[in-house]
Structures are given as C-alpha cells and as structure tokens.
C-alpha cells in the first residue's frame, strides 16, 4: 500500500519561489500579515493531518464503503474520528469570513491542504470539499438572515453542505431541470422532487446537512433562465440555531460505484420539503455557479493528488523491485537482477507522472491566486479581471488535469505490472477513485465546449489574446539566460503562435458550420492543457537555472530535478500539443457523415 508523505518542499517551492504567494498576500486587503513563515506553519501542520490522520483510513475506508440503513448513512469506521480532528484543529473555517467564526485567510492558503487530503484518502476528502462550496455560495448569494442561521455552523464544520443539480432525465443539460418550488405564505418554499448522483448527500458526520438545490418556481420560463436556488436543510433549522424537526428529504438509495467507496453518492426525494430562496428568483444557475467554479478547481485538484499519490507508490517500487539487467550493463551486479527504476520505459512512466503533478501543482496554485482577487480583490476592476481569467483557465484545468490525472494512475498500476492490478497494493484503488473525476462537475467533453464555445468564441477571443501576450512577453525575457532557455521558449513560442492562429481559423469555420465547435472542441482543451502546462514548465525551468547559478543554494538537488522533469516534459509530452491541435483542425464530416444506424450492424 502506498505510504503517502506530502510533497513540502515542491509545494514551498510553487507558492513562495515561482508564484510569490507572501508578495501577493502584501497586495490583498487585510492580508499583509501572511509571510512564509506562516505558510509553511500551516503546510506543516496540514501534512501531519493527512500523512497520520487520513492516508491510514484510505484503504480500509474503501473496503468498508458507506452504509444505508432506514434512510441514514454510515460512513466507513474512522473517518467521523478524523472529521472532528478536522474540525477542532480550524480547517472548516481556514478560508471563511471572520464575522461567521472562520479566519479570514485567503482561499490560496488552504490548497496545500486540499491537495493533500486528497492525496492521502480523496474519499473523506469529498466531506469538508463540498461544505466550502455551499459557504461560498450563502456567503455570495444569501440574505443577512440566512447568512447568521447557516454560516457559523457550516464554517464550524458542525454542519456539512451539499450541491444538488442533477435528476434522472438531466446531468450537464440543467435546462431539463424538473425539481418544483412552490411558495408558502410565510415566505418558505415546498421542494419537490428527485436528486441523484449527491456526493455526500447523507451521512452521519454532522448533525444537519444544508442541501443547495436548483428547482423551478410555478411561473418560472423554460429553459436555465427559469432556474431558481434554494436553501434545503436537513434538519429544519428552530430560531435559536439549533436543529430541529426532520425536513421532508430522504436518502431513497446511495450509488454502488467503481470508486471513491468511503464517499456516499446519494438518491435524495425531495417531498414537500420547506426550502428559502437564495439569490433572485430565477437566476439560480448563476449563483450556482459560484460554488460549480469553485468545485471545478477542486476536481482539477483531484487530478494533481492522483498523479502525486500514484508516483510516489510506483517510485517505492521501482526503487525495490528487481528485474532483468540494465541495457547498458548491471547497476547492482551483487544482485541477481537491476531494481526497475533503471529502465528508460520504467522511467518514462515515472517522469511522466513527475511531470503531471508538479506542472498541475503549478497550474492549479496559481489559479487560486487568482482566485483571492476574485474574492478579495480592492476594485472591481481588479475583480473583473480575475474572474475573466478564471473564466479562461478553470475548464483547462478541470478537463486536462482531471484527464492527465487518469493518465498517472493508470501508469501507477502500469509500473507495477500484475502486482498494480490486484487490491492489495493499493494502486488500483488510486485509479478507481480518479476515474470519476473527468465526469462530475461537468465531463471533459463540456469542459471543452465551455472553453472553446463560450470562453473564446463568444469572448471574440479577448481574453485569450491576453494570455497568449503574457506567454509571448515572457518567452522574451531572460537576458543571459536567453540561450540556454530556448529549448524551452523556441517550441513554446510556435505553439503559442499555432493556437492564435488556429483558433481565428475554427471561429471562422464555426460561422459557416457549428458543428466545427463539437468537432474540434476536446483536442482543442487538451491542446490547450499541454501549451498552458508547457508555459509553466518553462517558468519553473528559468526559476530552477536561475538557483543553480547562485553560489550560496543549498538544495541543489532539488533544482537540478526541476530542470530535468523541465526537458524532459518538453522533450516527451509538449509534442503531444501538436497532434490535438491537428486533430481539433479535423474535417467535421469524419465524425458526422456516418450514418446513426451504420454504428452497429
């Protein structure tokens, strides 16, 4: 079984070298007081939590899975001791607003620990994930009342929050959304309806659960503009805070799936239950999406602890396991065969998910730098341009990170040959659980649509000039390091080219056929995904030469891996950028010409 230890030193390198997270908590309202110091207190702190807490109660939480019994759920034996750790050392509120009993730290600040939940047990890391988003969203959206009723509890972490889109008949497609609404005199509102696939919908951590449900009013219009957002707790909640009587929502079944056992994937009915709008009357899909966002740089999340947890298991067995000699000669002769790790097809895989987790370390962290201008950020111009540049990278990371996530498990498994297809090595159990990140929240296929259909085609590609200006001013720099930074720079830069130029040429096929946008849409992200993670390859690579030419660095080592994990990236996985884009230039009619009943004969 892999024994997970949190990548400190990376992650200390991310935040405090590359992205300057001190300097830009100095630029944030209220936050100049976080200094490195500081960060890596709480990185401490956080490793010890999932390395002795959580990581022990992985596998076993997996074989237990969850129980249904009249309506209630068990959770796998150990995970409510780990819950109150949780809550009693302040993780529920790291993020939340002080006025509701949280820190007030950045939302930057706890991803180190998100990341590292879900390296080590990614099942109970779904619990206290999901709660974030439902705070997130009263804190956005909810009135003054429903703000002090539901915020201090949920941000105690004495309450757990849940987002309820999906019904039988609709997933992505929440314009099918059927769930009623029907106003009450006393201002509530009576839910009716069936919810499925509700990660943690019903458990037995917290005493009340609130439930984020979009419904439709009696006069609403069809279609997402008739959506509304509704407050649904479990417990009905009595004036003086505490829970009172059962609402009227039942667990009718929980999901038996291929993985991520310890987190309950719930069927919840909901008859008559008392609901309190949030936010406007039919504008709930926009509130929602306050915590869809939010949950979407999570599952990008996911793929970054898959690919961590799954190396550092297959790189304790390469280092152990023996097998055949070197090509090139023995490297352990005492022995009767070389450990694995010296073959170049061993090392590809190893590097390959090296290359994954520190680029999508990279990738994800500064995105939630991003974020805290989004949420904190003193202007509005300063938040607006946050949020176009959210807008831009969250379905890239969410669609090619959760992808590449898939990809390093399955190598997990691959390194270890028949050994990593059987349970008790732990490693199948990494890809199972990875395997749904690229569906819930919105499938890779709707993260690609979002991204070219609505973020760069309907933005006339304006944001995207803007980014692509950013990459091309900083392939420009360097001075004396210009030389040896083109390996990098020169095949960056031509991609960067290719994607200015193929995207004006799909917007202006997509006049004359939208199917262009279905076409090209999937190579297109994961075309995108390759160049955005080469950009920060190639930042990390001038950081890591710029180190190894200072005389007094002390961790040589480290940037020397770097550098390495750098070449190698662009040597082995940026090309793949050039084959997706040549397929997202495709001809349309090779996916629509053949006809529906010619697929099966």
């Known amino acids: 079984m892999p024994q997970y230890k949190a990548p400190i030193r990376d992650m200390q390198f991310v935040m405090k070298e590359l992205l300057d997270y001190p300097g830009h908590y100095r630029e944030l309202p209220g936050d100049h007081d976080i200094d490195g110091d500081l960060i890596d207190a709480v990185m401490g702190s956080a490793a010890e939590f999932a ?6 109660i992985n596998a076993s939480g997996d074989a237990e899975g969850c129980k249904l019994k009249g309506g209630e759920v068990m959770v796998p034996e ?42 080590a047990n990614w099942s109970w890391s779904m619990y206290p994930g999901l709660t974030h988003g439902a705070t997130a969203t009263l804190e956005a959206h909810g009135t003054d009342e429903q703000k002090a009723a539901y915020l201090p509890p949920l941000v105690e972490g004495r309450w757990s929050g849940t987002m309820c889109l999906t019904e039988s008949h609709c997933g992505s497609d929440l314009s099918q959304v059927q769930a009623r609404a029907v106003p009450q005199d006393d201002g509530s509102y009576k839910i009716t309806g069936s919810k499925i696939f509700i990660s943690c919908g019903e458990h037995d951590l917290t005493e009340n659960i609130v439930h984020i449900v979009l419904a439709r009013l009696p006069d609403a219009p069809p279609g997402t503009k008739g959506i509304s957002l509704f407050i649904v707790p479990k417990f009905l909640v009595l004036d003086d805070g505490s829970v009172g009587e059962r609402n009227q929502v039942v667990c009718t079944s929980i999901e038996k799936k291929m993985g991520i056992h310890g987190s309950v994937t719930a069927v919840l009915a909901f008859e008559e239950a008392t609901g309190f709008l949030v936010g406007p009357p039919n504008r709930g899909l926009n509130c929602m999406f306050t915590f869809i966002n939010i949950s979407r740089i999570g599952n990008a999340v996911q793929g970054v602890s898959t690919a961590e947890s799954s190396l550092q298991g297959a790189l304790a067995y390469a280092r152990e396991r023996k097998a055949m000699r070197s090509l090139t000669g023995p490297k352990n002769p005492d022995d009767p065969a070389d450990p694995i790790i010296v073959h170049p097809d061993v090392r590809r895989m190893l590097l390959t998910q090296k290359a994954i987790a520190e680029g999508g370390r990279a990738m994800v962290f500064d995105a939630a730098r991003i974020a805290d201008y989004y949420t904190r950020g003193e202007t509005e111009e300063a938040r607006k341009k946050a949020d176009k540049r959210l807008g831009l990278l969250t379905p890239i990371l969410k669609g090619f990170l959760t992808e590449m996530g898939c990809e390093a498990a399955d190598l997990g498994i691959q390194v270890f040959g ?64 210009r030389g040896r930074m083109k390996v990098f720079t020169k095949p960056l830069r031509k991609m960067v080219r290719n994607w200015d130029w193929s995207t004006k ?75 997706h884009l040549r397929c997202a230039r495709g001809d349309v009619r090779s996916l629509t010409a053949m006809e529906e009943q010619h697929f099966h004969f």
């Open 505 to 579: 040429k799909l917007m202006f096929r997509a006049l004359k056929n939208r199917d262009v946008v279905g076409s090209a849409a999937y190579d297109y992200l994961m075309f995108t995904g390759f160049v955005v993670m080469g950009y920060y390859w190639a930042r990390m690579a001038a950081l890591a030469l710029k180190r190894l030419e200072d005389e007094t660095c002390e961790d040589k080592a480290f940037y020397k891996a770097k550098l390495q994990t750098a070449y190698f990236y662009f040597d082995r996985l940026f090309p793949r950028a050039r084959m």
């Open 418 to 481: 028949g050994h990593g297809y059987i349970r008790e090595m732990g490693m199948e159990q990494i890809y199972r659980d990875v395997r749904i990140s690229t569906i819930y929240e919105g499938t890779t296929g709707i993260q690609s649509l979002d991204l070219l259909g609505r973020k760069i085609m309907l933005d006339r590609a304006k944001e995207l000039d803007d980014f692509l200006g950013e990459i091309k001013t900083f392939c420009n720099g360097f001075g004396r390091f």
């Open 51 to 56: 390395e002795e807490v959580l990581a022990p």
């Open 78 to 119: 150990g995970f409510k001791k780990a819950y109150e750790i949780y809550c009693e050392g302040g993780w529920a509120g790291l993020a939340a607003e002080e006025e509701f009993g949280g820190q007030g730290l950045p939302a930057s600040l706890s991803l180190p620990h998100a990341e590292m939940n879900g390296s």
